[in-house]
């Protein structure tokens, strides 16, 4: 699961995977790699080159170094970890595994948990040293213990999936799953294998199932993939194998909590096409705490990664902790009717390796006549990796089952995912493969509009039918530099050497407004910056802000012209400077024949 928690009033900080656009806006900052080097990797410090020619040497130094950082950044974001030395003995502190963990092992142990750690993404050193069987915290609200369930709930399957995972967290997962769910109501435990090559995947782990299964033959049972084919295509594997009325599909690195199945299997009785999420704590990856985390619903943003919400108003009025949260999409993990799941479309198996299934799951299930839960009384404890083994470029899979989900589900709306992901609408470039049958299966379905979705289930997803150009953008006096909006908390925007991530992600309004950094994604979220004359002075303020004060936020710009101030009519110019990073600084001045030009247009003023 890759989900953000944000900070709000009434949801604590958690963030289980730091945003991208959090990490690229640090892109063009100094301290990016000391912050990295912290919190992951250490960054090797950049080799002197030989003097060039002044222009072309100090271009091509640019280059390298953004080239070097948006490597790191990368790195960052699919969580990706270098090789460990066997002799770097600096790099134990380096690490974040031993951060608040390990201190007192000698250093041939550090090194061995160290290698793991890099192999599997947590702490499988620790993992292997713990009980299978060790006791959870019961995290549930106080309500839950009181309630009772009708006695005749439906059998379930659960499905773990994994590719290299540690023997110890797997057996753990089942141990707990076993533990902790009434023998009456579990009737099997499939796990799929998605091609893994750690040999002790292979006969250790059917031996430990074997030994299992004496007393329950075929109790578990084993599903390996003879190629890698990704999550997606693997819960589809374990939903296949599965005979129970209801399926489970979960990581194969979760603890389950006491009473976690009753309320999942009662909701679902009672209206077999509801989808269920348990709500989650935190594993932690380097000392296996438990960490509790709030109660949350599950959305996404504009690029369709998946992240947890602020639970609705409607909830918070009924004053019981206990209820069901009604909850846009889905986080990945989740129980299903296993016949429901069948007659709605099970997973697109059209994605490819890992992420965005779950957000199309959440839409479809809405638009087409079911309805999502997360439920408070059933609680699971997920460990949150470090890195993960499914790719080494999981943004890029991403961004294309996020186009696939916008071309099918998304209508008009289909504009945002591509504007958010700053590529062109038409002849985008990426390959989304065939979506013949996912369009048949919505007309078949007879599904609502995704208009309809936002205004009845994600009322608090911000819409931006207002745009009419995005992508970057470029003065005609220095082409390869795009306004970017600077280290984030300065505020002031500036020239950077074009990459086209998220810091110069540009939109321009139909009422003349220029927003500059991430999409907002949602009315919880912080608003937009808009470009703002503050006394002569480019500055980005958060439009709702500069709007209520009258600031001087609107522009005029037409292809290949002029960015001019409405009110102060000043024009947004480039100034040699010979101080800056790279010759240019951006300011406001008297319109000369400068001339600007945006990626893409969707339509004129």
Known sequence: MVCNRKTKTLVSTCVILSGMTNIVCLLYVGWVTNYIANVYVKVQEPIPEKQLEEDKGETLRIIERLDRLESVVNQHIQETPQKVEENAAESFTDSSLFAHWGQELSPENKRTALKKFQYYGYNAYLSERLSLDRPLPDLRPDGCRNITYPANLPQLSIVFIFVNEAPSVILRSIHSAINRTPADLLKEIILVDDCSNNEELKEKLKTSVEEMNIQRPGFIKIVRHAKQEGLIRSRVSGWRAATAPVVALFDAHV???????????????????????????????????????????????????????NPPKSWWYLRNSTAPIRSPALIGCFVVDRLYFEEIGLLDEGMEIYGGENVELGIRVWQC??????????????????????????????????????????????????????????????????????????????????????????????????????????????????????????????????????????????????????????????????????????????????????????????????????KSKRCLELLENAENEFGFQLVLQKCSSQHWTITNILRDP
């Open 255 to 309: 603890e389950f909590s006491e009473g976690w199945a009753e309320p999942v299997l009662a909701r679902i009785k009672e209206d077999r096409t509801r989808i269920i999420s348990p709500s989650f704590d935190n594993i932690k990856y380097d000392n296996f705490e438990i960490e509790e985390y709030p109660l949350s619903a599950q959305g996404f943003d504009w690029e369709l990664w998946c992240r947890y919400l």
């Open 369 to 566: 006549g079911g309805s999502v839960e997360v439920l408070p009384c059933s609680r699971i404890a997920h460990i949150e990796r470090a890195h993960k083994p499914y790719t080494e470029d999981l943004t890029a899979h991403v961004r294309r089952n996020a186009l696939r989900v916008a071309e099918v589900w998304m209508d008009e709306f289909k504009s945002h995912v591509y504007m958010a992901w700053n590529i062109p609408a038409e002849d985008s470039g990426v390959e989304i493969g065939d979506i013949t049958e996912r369009k048949a299966l919505r007309k078949k379905l007879q599904c609502k509009t995704f208009r309809w979705y936002l205004v009845n289930v994600y009322p608090d997803m911000r819409m931006y039918t207002d745009i009419i150009a995005y992508g970057v953008l470029q003065n005609s006096l220095k082409s390869d530099l795009c306004l970017d909006q600077g280290p984030d908390t300065d505020n002031i925007p500036i020239m950077y050497i074009c990459h086209g991530m998220t810091p110069q992600n540009v939109y321009i309004t139909s009422n003349q407004q220029i927003h500059v950094g991430v999409l907002s994604p949602t009315i919880d979220d912080d608003d937009n910056k808009c470009l703002v004359d503050v006394n002569s002075k480019p500055k980005l303020i958060e439009c709702s802000y500069a709007k209520a004060k009258r600031m001087k936020l609107y522009w005029q710009f037409t292809q290949g012209g002029s960015v001019q101030n409405r």
